[in-house]
């Protein structure tokens, strides 16, 4: 079965701070993956696709990078609003699998 | 604007059966895939479903396969999700999203619960 692992699943960090957390594929998915944000209560958004290219209407302090099994999603100077989980996913081929998540605090 | 919002979440018995839809607005829906994504209380994201343009192609997660029917109606432009033999396991916030040229989500719905119990 696929497995999509993202770590660390919790961190906290201050604002202005950069943080980056991983996602690692069991096998090799390409670039064939998104990152979401999810606010508490809230649906999850889609921030980052194809691995790094930044969804129309996101913040620019995103960023993601990585192929094959190892993927970096980065937050350039943390703001108070960028509290959430954080989703990987791929998409290559069905089953669509999500990591399970990496929660930020401030 | 794209809107996605779903309906029919409700408390179910185990063995029952529920129907979800999803009607959407602000988009050519028979031109995009759509799919399904579930969260249990206090859990990850798991994905469910996905149905392809026209309803040529399904998929399904492994725990859902064999209960659960996705399908599309284009003239009324919504989503469903049909829900058979319901578990306590299947108890989510069931959302439903589009995808864009691959399957990532680029809109999602704000959710319908969905409980199983006795």
């Known amino acids: 079965d696929m497995q999509m692992t993202q770590s660390p699943a919790s961190l906290s960090a201050s604002v202005g701070d950069s943080v980056t957390f991983t996602c690692r594929a069991s096998r090799d998915i390409r670039n064939d993956l998104a990152w979401y944000q999810q606010k508490a209560g809230k649906a999850p958004s889609l921030l980052i696709y194809?691995?790094?290219t930044l969804q129309s209407g996101a913040p620019s302090r995103f960023s993601g990078s990585g192929s094959g099994t190892y993927f970096t999603f980065t937050i350039s100077g943390l703001q108070p609003e960028d509290v959430a989980t954080y989703y990987c996913q791929n998409y290559d081929d069905a089953p669509l699998t999500f990591g399970g998540g990496t929660k930020v605090e401030i | 604007d794209v809107h996605l919002v779903e309906s029919g979440g409700a408390l179910i018995q185990p063995g029952g059966s529920l129907r979800l839809s999803c009607a959407t607005s602000?988009?050519?829906?028979?031109?995009?895939?759509m799919g399904w994504v579930r969260q249990a209380p206090g859990k990850g994201l798991e994905w469910v479903s996905d149905i392809w343009t026209g309803g040529s192609r399904t998929y399904y997660a492994d725990s859902v396969k064999g209960r659960f029917i996705v399908s599309r109606d284009t003239s009324g432009n919504t989503l469903y999700l049909q829900m058979n033999s319901l578990r306590a396991e299947d108890t989510a916030i069931y959302y439903c999203?589009?995808?864009?040229?691959?399957?990532?989500?680029?809109?999602w719905g704000q959710g319908t619960l969905v409980t199983v119990s006795s």
């Open positions: 194809d691995a790094s």
């Open positions: 602000g988009f050519t829906f028979n031109t995009y895939t």
């Open positions: 999203a589009r995808a864009g040229s691959k399957s990532w989500y680029d809109f």
